[in-house]
């Protein structure tokens, strides 16, 4: 197999994002880029220089209706969705070029998916802060689980504090007992049923930046177009708060010693091109 460049890598993301978009333009689903991918679409009009992959948004709603979409309809990419995949226990989607592999040794779900487009749905919370906090907050020892449950072997996190160490172990060794799929229904069952006119801040549960995440219902209500490597995809309207809330000066560039691809694992052709 022959690996993947940094613009080989993008390419096929381009690509992914492509027919992604245009399905969603033709189904009428919105979503917005998201993260490191909607700060490099304000800051640099396309990838962040050192990045090597693409994260999307999307409303519960139009997330499930994407997935049932993929179900009916045949498309150059394949999907991972815990809701139709055997064995995948992440809580966010992906859709990914058959034709590329990554090779690692460390999550059991990445196993599925070569280079792939990161879906993330949206969901609605409470009226007020505190306590759509306190709903975040009652998923995260399910959600620590959830997260070694898909590691195929405990490692050393990069910490040397020995009292945490003890606790990720403890975690991994509980989930080898624990059932993926329901951990997720579990977890998922604590909010996702929340409605729009019940709440007034949502986020996305699973994002890596937790409670930055809960934000203000209104950010995910409009959408525009903005330029990503040349192309129009779907931004939130008000992606200046969205960024600003995550990221802060989110126009600064971070330290040289940060500028680094966000995959610690080579991705390669499956077949030959």
Known sequence: MKELTLDEIK?????????????????????????????????????????DDID????????????????????????????????????FGKVYNPNTKFIQDKVISADQVGIALD????????KDYDTSLKLYKKSEFLRNLLLTKNWKKYYKGKSDNKILEIGRWMFFALSRFLN??????????????????????????????????????????????????????????KYDEYLRQMFGDYMKLPPKEKQKPHHEYPAYWVKSK
């Open 180 to 237: 993926g799929k329901k951990l997720i229904e579990k977890i998922e069952k604590i909010y996702i049923n929340n409605k729009k006119e019940n709440a007034e801040f949502a986020m996305c549960v699973c994002g890596v930046y937790e409670e930055k995440e809960i934000m203000s219902k209104k950010i995910y209500d409009e959408y525009m177009d903005i330029e990503f490597e040349g192309k129009n995809y779907m931004i939130f309207t």
């Open 56 to 91: 999307v948004a999307m409303l519960r709603k139009d997330y499930n209706k994407f997935i049932e979409y993929c179900k009916t309809h045949k498309t150059t990419f394949k999907t991972c969705f815990h809701e139709t995949n055997s064995n995948y226990y992440l809580m």
């Open 119 to 126: 879906i993330f749905p949206i969901d609605y919370l409470a």
């Open 11 to 51: 390419e096929v993301l381009i690509e992914l994002l492509e027919e992604f978009d245009e399905i969603c333009r033709k189904e009428g689903l919105n979503y917005s880029l998201g993260g490191g991918s909607a700060i490099g679409a304000v800051r640099h009009k396309g990838f962040i220089p050192w990045d």
